[in-house]
């Protein structure tokens, strides 16, 4: 089985700290990806990586950077937290073909005081 | 950015009832239409990657059809049981590189 490993289920941090989301993959996808999720919004893309020190701006990148150095693992960093960025995050890897489907790491809820 | 719409937003059925929603994408420059389900405290898992016009899948008791000249995809789940209380989350892809865009979910809950 596929496993997507979020580092943190829970993190509460204050306004202006820079945070780091890590997820780590276990089945050498090349795509990665970073979403969040919101009452009502659905699961919107902040960023996503096709391979190593690769990325692509998803729907809503302002104020999120991302890091993959290796093809296992895809960071989520917020420069400069606010507390318009408290929310559900998940990661996500798959296969590079559009058929292939996500496999999703449990998610961190993310609180920013 | 693809718009995708599904409806209802929440649903509540009897343990036994058959239910189903849908799911609308925009039919142009469409490649895969993906279904996955969002259980309370778990991962979303993947049910249905569906790519042909007309295509229908079945696992179990859920089925699902596309028709992607019209643009929408419904769900069915036949007998609801309890532990298919779920957050129903379709996602469309208008390119082969496998970057979707969500719809807002159907909050499934089923009582006994």
């Not at chain 1, 400069?80 to 489907?101: E, I, K």
């Not at chain 2, 036994?16 to 799911?23: A, I, Y």
């Not at chain 2, 016009?53 to 079945?58: I, L």
Request: charged share 20%.
């Amino acid at each position: 089985d596929v496993k997507v490993t979020q580092s943190s289920r829970y993190l509460v941090k204050r306004t202006g700290e820079k945070v780091f989301l890590e997820c780590v993959q276990d089945m050498d996808h090349e795509n990665m990806f970073w979403y969040r999720q919101d009452p009502g919004l659905g699961l919107r893309l902040i960023y996503f990586s096709y391979d190593v020190k690769m990325k692509e701006k998803g729907d809503i990148p302002e104020g999120y950077s991302v890091s993959r150095e290796k093809k296992e693992r895809f960071s989520l960093i917020l420069e400069s937290a606010s507390t318009n960025q408290t929310s559900m995050y998940l990661c996500a890897s798959s296969l590079v073909q559009g058929y292939q489907p996500q496999h999703f790491g449990d998610g961190t809820r993310l609180s920013i005081l | 950015i693809l718009n995708v719409e599904q409806s209802p937003q929440s649903l509540h059925v009897q343990e036994g009832d058959s239910t189903n929603f849908t799911c609308s994408f925009p039919s142009s420059n469409f490649y895969a239409l993906h279904w996955y389900r969002w259980e309370t405290a778990k991962s979303p898992e993947a049910l249905f990657v569906m790519t042909l016009n007309g295509d229908e899948k079945k696992k179990g008791r859920i089925s699902a059809t596309l028709n992607t000249k019209e643009g929408y995809s419904y769900l069915y789940i036949k007998g609801s049981q309890p532990e298919d209380s779920a957050t129903y989350l379709c996602a469309s892809s208008n390119n082969a590189g496998n970057m979707l865009t969500f719809g807002g979910g159907t909050r499934l809950m089923v009582k006994p």
